[in-house]
Nanobody
Framework: QVQLVESGGGLVQAGGSLRLSCAASGRTFSAYAMAWFRQAPGKEREFVASIMSSGRITYYVDSVKGRFTISRDNAKNTVYLQMNSLKPEDTAVYYC????????WGQGTQVTVSS
């Protein structure tokens, strides 16, 4: 079973930046489209961004377009989320998974943006 470990979260002021990382165990990482999701307090988990297995095609939810960039390093079994111009509404626990959410969820990483 693939294990996912997210890291890189923290407390940042509005307008700041963070870079999240998600390391996956196992040898099947490169075959999957990967995605970042987030869950704010009292809300359901939502899609944020995805990247195809080749890394050449990406998708973003409208609220983060132009501010977040998803990337991956298949040699390191790692997917990244560069978050710039952060807003208080970006505050959430961030998770990675395959695009379809087929692997067990990791513990996530907390991102808190203060106004």
């Amino acid at each position: 079973q693939v294990q996912l470990v997210e890291s890189g979260g923290g407390l940042v002021q509005a307008g700041g930046s963070l870079r999240l990382s998600c390391a996956a165990s196992g040898r099947t990482f490169s075959a999957y489209a990967m995605a970042w999701f987030r869950q704010a307090p009292g809300k359901e988990r939502e899609f944020v961004a995805s990247i195809m297995s080749s890394g050449r095609i990406t998708y973003y939810v409208d609220s983060v377009k132009g501010r977040f960039t998803i990337s991956r390093d298949n040699a390191k079994n790692t997917v990244y989320l560069q978050m710039n111009s952060l807003k208080p509404e970006d505050t959430a626990v961030y998770y990675c998974n395959t695009n379809g959410g087929v692997w067990s969820w990791g513990q996530g990483t907390q991102v808190t943006v203060s106004s």
